[in-house]
């Protein structure tokens, strides 16, 4: 599996985060749309399997297969723009504006929502066979989630609201590991692994999604949870993106960023003279 060093995939982030930038509004819409609806997909999969095998981790272990197969396809997240575009902006690439940076958001916001919601009423049809019938065992479990984790942060005031954020840092801090490492291997293999490991962490972890939350909620109020569409975007959807943007960016873009990009021409600079020196002996 052909590896990448940091130099060189840090490199690849803020190219990536350029391209974004400039992307047609056409192209951003098409592509947030199909990443937010698989993984809405892989969230409804690793729940079910969840339900069915009792296991969670069972479900969490096969809930990277949505976020693998969208990255692939070059699709794209709120979590993941979060941290690449800023790069673009931080680097002072030609054309890159804050305002252009804030329209990428923007349209993937729409885009991701925009799949999720799509995948939540089809699922909820599905479940239901046409809301005539009451929701099966994964239904119920999904609203039972969605009610405890927006009423239930929202009992708790100030320090529900920051639970909330925290663990929205948490999430997009792997996250955007899994983003990178789709970004160190030139073989599908190495970026499929690469890719596992930090999105099965954060699922185990039940760390907050901004995107797979946009699937979740509607799901919930759609299998008769007992919450509003306030409470789902004060007391879940507003801090837990706002913790994906802080963690992401933190955790991932900016320790790499400055840590490898702008260190990365140094690294030859020790061998070249010691070549020379070793030369200059030789002719003595």
Known sequence: MAYLVPAEFVTKMVDAGEAKIFMSTRDTLIRSYMAGAILALAAVFAITVAVQTGSFLVGSMLFPVGFIMLY????????????????ALLDRRPGVTVKGVLRNWGLVFTGNFAGALTVAAMMAFILTMGFHLEPDAVGQKLAGVGEARTLGYAE????GWLTIFLRGMLCNWMVSMGVVGAMISTHVSGKAIAMWMPIMLFFFMGFEHSVVNMFLFPFAMMMGGDFSIMDYMIWNEIPTALGNLVGGLAFTGLTLYSTHYKTAPKRNLLPTAANRSTTDLAKV
């Open 72 to 87: 692939l396809m070059g699709f794209d997240l709120l979590t993941g723009v979060f941290v690449l575009t800023p790069l």
């Open 156 to 159: 708790h005031g100030t320090v």
